[in-house]
């Protein structure tokens, strides 16, 4: 049984940044498509954005692009998320996920799920 586990998460200014990590255990993700989610209160859980095996292609989603990076070191079975410029409207419990592809981690579909990471942005 593979886990996920993210860390990082935490209150940070506008304009901010912070690095959430994800660690794998329990199984190696080397060759799993890994990828982020948010869920903000009330509101449905969307994609961030998501990194194939090799680490040779991203996906975001369009609110984030060029603020946030995805990336993985697979010697350590972890991936990262670099959030910059951050802004109140990214306040959300990040989840990290990791799937066999990463056209099902788009489409909200992912096999294994870490149990999240508060990040909250003030004003």
């Known amino acids: 049984q593979g886990q996920l586990v993210e860390s990082g998460g935490g209150l940070v200014q506008a304009g901010g940044s912070l690095r959430l990590s994800c660690a794998g255990s329990?199984?190696?993700?080397?060759?799993?498509?890994m990828g982020w989610f948010r869920q903000a209160p009330g509101k449905e859980r969307e994609f961030v954005g998501g990194?194939?095996?090799?680490?040779?292609?991203?996906s975001y989603a369009d609110s984030v692009k060029g603020r946030f990076t995805i990336s993985r070191d697979n010697a350590e079975n972890t991936m990262y998320l670099q959030m910059n410029s951050l802004k109140p409207e990214d306040t959300a419990v990040y989840y990290c996920?990791?799937?066999?592809?990463?056209?099902?981690?788009?489409?909200?579909?992912?096999?294994?799920w870490g149990q999240g990471t508060q990040v909250t942005v003030s004003s």
């Open positions: 990194i194939d095996w090799s680490g040779g292609s991203t």
């Open positions: 329990g199984r190696s993700f080397n060759l799993y498509a």
């Open positions: 996920a990791a799937d066999g592809r990463l056209t099902r981690l788009r489409m909200g579909m992912s096999d294994y």
